[in-house]
């Protein structure tokens, strides 16, 4: 096993270094952002088509706070974040969600050992209970071990954690009240040193997406809808990192990763995994958040036609850049990564949907709505055929209405459904 190496106490920051911060902005409901304001001290950027950012050549310093604002329909959004990035390096996983300003609230107070001495450099999470956004929002205590996070929704609950290495957790759960701010101060006991189980029920599943998500905002959101319905747990995923562009082969290519956290009081985060086999894994990021239990893999040298593998480890408060705190691996998990499916316009008497075959799908479905699907809009009419192994299929479904214009995609899959693909939405206008 290799070891995930990072900052873990800022010791290795060399303060006249530079870094890049790259992840993706959300909003309430877990949608993406495009055209957000991103930026770090005096280095900003956009948000691109499908909520992804990149900022690069941001000063290395204890605490990089990065905000994000976008004003729709005349009402501003904001957020903020804070990372510690290497010098030289990517921090991959800083995710912000932004909110209307009228709706927002404010978690401060310190952190002390159990003595009662400030613990400067310790992490405090804040993440919603609701499923919508798992990315936690962050702050780091300074040396009065004061820590504030603002930005927070009001009227959502909050799970609140507080650690840092060489201590345990302290944890708490809050509801914020509109306009508030909050005092929760922790305590967090000297660490226990043992090391913690894996995560367990680690699952993959990779998605290959047509290249023109990253220019069409339309599009994007209407292939998150589908795969949100296809697999719910996508609405809680946590991003982390900036969202695939195209990948080397044109397509975007992505590997969501699921697992469950174990229950152990010195969690720091989680290392991910990735190699060609089970035998060349090598560590390829580190979830510094003891809340999460979901990673998407967009790495732009993703390519079609390959199965990658996958595994997770949990880290312990105790750990060391030697390896000492980290668990053994999850199972290994397998996501083959499939070609793009192209779907074709249908013909009728009877209406016959066609597509071109993806390389490595074993099946197809065919998917059909009545409006144009969109994240946090409701589906209405929407039919999913039986799977087939052939490149046409003859609509089965209840009947179409003459003259209504009708949506519809093509999914490729695996036998297993690990590995995913999915054509454009395209339209037609039943006779």
């Not at 201590?167 to 090391?195: K, Y």
């Not at 599943?205 to 809808?225: D, H, M, Y």
């Not at 192994?389 to 899959?413: N, R, W």
Request: charged share 20%.
């Amino acid at each position: 096993m290799g070891v995930i190496v990072f900052c873990a106490g800022c010791g290795g920051l060399n303060p006249s270094g530079s870094g890049d911060v790259s992840g993706a902005i959300f909003n309430e409901t877990g949608d993406v952002v495009r055209g957000a304001r991103v930026w770090a001290d005096d280095n900003q950027t956009l948000s691109n088509s499908t909520g992804g950012y990149v900022i690069t050549n941001v000063r290395n310093k204890f605490d990089v706070v990065v905000r994000a604002e976008i004003t729709v329909g005349g009402v501003r959004y904001f957020g903020q974040n804070v990372a510690r990035i290497p010098t030289d390096a990517r921090l991959k996983s800083l995710n912000i969600a932004v909110y209307p300003d009228s709706e927002q609230a404010t978690i401060e107070g310190t952190v002390a050992d159990r003595t009662g001495l400030a613990v400067e450099g310790a992490h405090v999470f804040a993440r919603q209970n609701n499923g919508a956004v798992v990315s936690s929002s962050l702050a780091i205590t300074d040396s009065d071990g004061h820590y504030r996070i603002e930005g927070l929704k009001s009227g959502q609950e909050y799970a609140l954690v507080a650690n840092a290495q060489g201590f345990d957790s302290d944890s708490d759960v809050v509801t914020l009240n509109q306009g508030e701010d909050r005092t929760e101060n922790f305590v967090i006991p000297d660490a226990t040193g043992n090391v913690p189980p894996p995560p367990t029920n680690l699952s993959a599943t990779s998605w290959t997406s047509p290249k023109e998500v990253t220019r069409s905002l339309q599009l994007s959101r209407g292939i998150e809808a589908i795969k949100r319905m296809l697999d719910p747990r996508r609405t809680s995923r946590h991003v982390a990192a900036a969202k695939a562009r195209d990948s080397a082969t044109g397509d975007v290519i992505e590997v969501d990763l699921f697992w469950d956290r174990p229950d152990f009081q010195s969690l720091l985060g989680f290392g991910i995994y990735r190699g060609p086999d089970p035998t060349a894994l090598t560590g390829i990021d580190f979830l510094r958040d003891p809340l999460s239990d979901t990673y998407e893999d967009s790495d732009r040298e993703l390519t079609q036609g390959q199965e990658y593998s996958y595994a997770a480890s949990s880290l312990s408060t105790s750990y060391t850049s030697h390896g000492h705190g980290e668990s053994a691996l999850s199972s290994v998990v397998h996501a083959p990564t499939l070609g793009q499916v192209v779907a074709l316009q249908p013909s009728f008497g009877p209406l016959t949907f066609h597509w071109s075959p993806a390389y490595g799908a074993q099946q197809y479905e065919v998917l059909v709505y009545d409006q144009y699907p969109a994240v946090g809009v409701p589906s209405g009419f929407h039919f999913f055929s039986n799977q087939t192994t052939d490149t046409s299929y003859v609509y089965g479904g209840p009947a179409l209405q003459s003259g209504k214009t009708y949506f519809f995609a093509v999914l490729g899959s695996t036998n297993d459904g690990a590995g995913m693909t999915l054509s454009r939405i395209e339209s037609f206008v039943m006779p």
